[in-house]
């Protein structure tokens, strides 16, 4: 059960922005998958770690928390955490993993975040943006929630990476939607995501108020080398999720308090 007890405000949608990626029905796999697999065991959650650096003492907000492996990391790292998501079954694993006085809140990222101005010092999302279709809304309440000088540490599908999986190719140049199935324990799962070219992505972050701070390709975590021979060969030499560190500017007599 989560902790919102008021229903946040709503922010616009299109009939066309439903929800489309039913995380419910599949979590317990998804979640075990995810454990261990290379790209987000080895890659996806040691980047953003990296990226996210010290964070001991830090208030942070884990903007489409899941299960909570990257929430747990850095908690472990010092860091104050609230976790949030818009699957009820992806909650239940976070808080049997974090324990029940853990904060967590169902919240879909499309809606108004029950969090007040400056709550947070970072925010972290991994691998979420790319499931909206407009970043606008979702990235001024990421914005209001960050104090001054915070950071909003994100990652995406790397555009060339949905880009040439599409076929026929679509316009580079234009937002479009890409869809194939996930196999998890057995069972299949449509999924839906949303490609931007680079400038896009990074209009929508200037646009929202952030400036740019860090924009990174990295490579995977050298132990999986011996563990996924294959795969991580792969990894390690074509671009697989894109990550970037924006920050909110400091406040105009350069305080970020």
């Known amino acids: 059960m989560d902790h919102v007890t008021d229903v946040p405000e709503r922010l616009d949608r299109s009939a066309d922005s439903a929800r489309v990626n039913d995380y419910d029905s599949f979590?317990?796999?998804?979640?075990?998958?995810?454990?261990?697999?290379?790209?987000?065991?080895?890659?996806?959650?040691?980047?953003m770690l990296d990226l996210a650096g010290d964070v001991a003492g830090r208030r942070i907000l884990d903007a489409g928390?899941?299960?909570?492996?990257?929430s747990a990391a850095l908690r472990d790292r010092g860091a104050v955490v609230t976790g949030i998501d818009a699957s009820a079954g992806m909650l239940t694993l976070a808080r049997r993993r974090l324990g029940d006085d853990a904060d967590l809140h169902q919240v879909d990222l499309r809606d108004r975040l029950p969090f007040g101005d400056g709550a947070f010092d970072d925010v972290v999302s991994s691998l979420v943006l790319h499931y909206l279709e407009d970043w606008g809304p979702t990235l001024a309440?990421?914005?209001r929630v960050l104090r001054p000088g915070g950071r909003l540490i994100a990652s995406v599908d790397h555009?060339?990476?949905?880009?040439?999986?599409?076929?026929?190719r679509p316009d580079y140049f234009a937002t479009t939607s890409y869809t194939f199935d996930w196999t998890f324990g057995g069972q299949t799962v449509p999924m839906k995501f949303w490609r931007k070219p680079l400038h896009a992505m990074l209009h929508a972050f200037t646009t929202a108020g952030f400036r740019l701070t860090a924009l990174s390709e990295p490579q995977p975590d050298p132990a999986a080398?011996?563990?996924?021979?294959?795969?991580?060969?792969?990894?390690s030499t074509k671009p697989c999720f894109l990550f970037f560190v924006v920050e909110v500017p400091p406040t105009a007599n350069g305080s970020d308090v």
């Open 27 to 47: 979590a317990e796999a998804y979640s075990a998958d995810n454990e261990r697999s290379l790209v987000n065991a080895y890659y996806a959650r040691p980047a």
């Open 65 to 70: 928390c899941g299960s909570g492996p990257l």
């Open 141 to 143: 309440e990421l914005r």
């Open 159 to 168: 555009p060339i990476v949905a880009y040439t999986i599409q076929g026929p």
């Open 225 to 235: 080398r011996e563990l996924f021979p294959d795969g991580f060969q792969e990894l």
